[in-house]
């Protein structure tokens, strides 16, 4: 099957400082990766798309510069919160697309304090 | 990408069949509809995918009539495990491939 890991399952970090989350897909080559935001009790909300060896595209409302996302190889992608508040506080999902499908990371938990 | 409407929730009782429906009436004639579950605190499972007709596969089938406005997403005999939030998705074979987005989806709460 297609598998998709998150590194780590969950953080807890101080207020400005920055958090790395990573999400690899262990078994394929992916080159579009998608990063979700998913607060308790609500869907998931795309936030960008990343491709490999370009520049990630941000859903209008996200912004660039907090949420980094590198995109180095085609199993990994990054996303880096940057100065970290306590409304970044979320669930933070990635996703690996292979041909017509997408399968989805466990899902990291960000706890800023 | 074709905004999807279902209900917010339903409840079951172990054994039974459950029946979610989802409206799609924007869908274009190139997407697919997919449907994904997700349990608390992890990523979403892909459940099942189609175009027309009827799909099966171990866990669920997917029925959709002929003009795709809607689905039915069918789990039999569901068992506590299957208590979830279950989210229906038009996706397209376009460039946006893989780019989705999710709805409220369907709390499916199974009770002994």
């Known amino acids: 099957g297609a598998v998709v890991s998150q590194h780590p399952s969950w953080v807890i970090c101080k207020s400005g400082t920055s958090v790395k989350i990573e999400c690899r897909s262990l078994?394929?080559?992916?080159?579009?990766m998608f990063w979700y935001r998913q607060f308790p009790k609500q869907s998931l909300m795309l936030m960008a798309t990343?491709?490999?060896?370009?520049?990630?595209?941000?859903e209008q409302g996200v912004e660039k510069d907090k949420f980094l996302i590198n995109h180095a190889s085609l199993t990994l992608s990054t996303l880096t919160v940057t100065s970290a508040h306590p409304e970044d506080s979320s669930f933070y999902i990635c996703?690996?697309?292979?041909?017509?499908?997408?399968?989805f990371g466990p899902g990291t938990r960000l706890t800023v304090t | 990408l074709a905004k999807t409407t279902q209900p917010i929730s339903m409840d079951s009782y172990e054994g039974q069949e459950v029946n979610i429906t989802c409206s799609h009436n924007?869908?274009?004639?190139?997407?697919?509809i997919t449907w994904y579950q997700q349990f608390p605190s992890q990523g979403p499972r892909f459940i099942i995918q189609?175009?027309?007709t009827k799909v099966t596969n171990e866990v669920a089938s997917l029925f959709i009539p002929a003009d795709r406005k809607s689905s039915t997403l069918s789990l039999p005999r569901v068992s506590l495990s299957d208590t979830a939030v279950y989210y229906c998705?038009?996706?397209?074979?376009?460039?946006?491939?893989?780019?989705?987005?999710f709805g409220a989806g369907t709390q499916v709460v199974v009770t002994p």
């Open positions: 924007n869908i274009a004639t190139n997407d697919y």
């Open positions: 990343s491709n490999e060896g370009s520049k990630a595209t941000y």
């Open positions: 078994d394929f080559q992916a080159t579009t």
């Open positions: 998705l038009v996706v397209g074979a376009t460039d946006s491939w893989g780019k989705f987005q």
């Open positions: 189609g175009y027309k």
């Open positions: 996703s690996a697309r292979r041909s017509y499908e997408q399968y």
